[in-house]
């Protein structure tokens, strides 16, 4: 089955809102979470990352919050701009063996003025 | 910053065709990947490998092959190729085992047609 799932495959906000990316996953051994970017016909890039040690990371615009409990975890962007415009992955894996990163099915935001 | 290079970037080929992708990492990393993305499924192993004459599948290897010949290269291999496919392929590597953080390069697309 899909280890990481974001359920939402496209996304719309506002210039100035907050965008909030979902996902989900389903192995508790998961420890080490990551948001990936894509532009159209480019290449992914790590965007942001976190292990499971900690609730919440900030860098910039961007906000990732874990939900252990709920094996959740999102990708807040405040201030959102066209140039957020992109494919968003989600991705988790288990730091502590050589395990494989396992992406989920991505959702396209479009950050529209 | 990890330099990955994939040739061809574009290629088309029928079916049953005999299609080798290449990768190669300039940055002495360890870890290779190859990963096809579809729509609907966000990016999904082929196979990896962490060093030259290692092979290690993915979650999707049916159809591919593998082969790393040096550190620096790696390389996909289709021997009978299908539409199934039919896909957008990335090559990663990474420094440290288990991929926490992923440089990609910037694809090939390829169609069997």
């Known amino acids: 089955g899909q280890q990481v799932k974001q359920s939402s495959p496209s996304l719309t906000v506002q210039e100035g809102g907050i965008s909030i990316l979902n996902c989900d996953y389903e192995?508790?051994?998961?420890?080490?979470f990551a948001w990936y970017k894509k532009y159209p016909d480019n290449s992914p890039t790590l965007l942001i990352s976190?292990?499971?040690?900690?609730d919440k990371r900030e860098d910039g615009r961007l906000t990732v919050f874990l939900n252990k409990s709920g094996k959740h975890f999102s990708l807040h962007i405040t201030a959102s701009q066209p140039e957020d415009t992109a494919v968003y992955l989600c991705?988790?894996?288990?730091?502590?063996?050589?395990?494989?990163?396992?992406f989920g099915q991505g959702t396209s935001l479009s950050v529209v003025p | 910053e990890a330099a990955v290079t994939q040739s061809p970037r574009n290629k088309v080929t029928v079916t049953g065709g005999n299609v080798t992708l290449s990768c190669r990492q300039t940055?002495?990393?360890?870890?290779m990947y190859w990963y096809r993305q579809d729509t609907g499924h966000g990016l999904r192993l082929i196979h990896y490998?962490?060093?030259?004459?290692?092979?290690q599948i993915g979650d999707v290897p049916d159809g591919y092959k593998a082969t790393r010949t040096t550190q620096e290269d790696f390389f996909l291999l289709l021997e009978l190729a299908s539409p199934s496919q039919t896909s957008l392929y990335f090559c990663?590597?990474?420094?440290?085992?288990?991929?926490?953080?992923?440089?990609f390069g910037a694809g090939t697309r390829l169609s069997v047609l």
């Open positions: 976190v292990r499971s040690n900690v």
């Open positions: 940055n002495s990393h360890n870890y």
């Open positions: 991705a988790a894996r288990i730091s502590s063996s050589f395990s494989k990163l396992v």
């Open positions: 490998s962490y060093g030259a004459g290692n092979l």
């Open positions: 192995n508790d051994m998961f420890d080490y």
């Open positions: 990663a590597s990474s420094p440290d085992w288990g991929g926490n953080t992923l440089y």
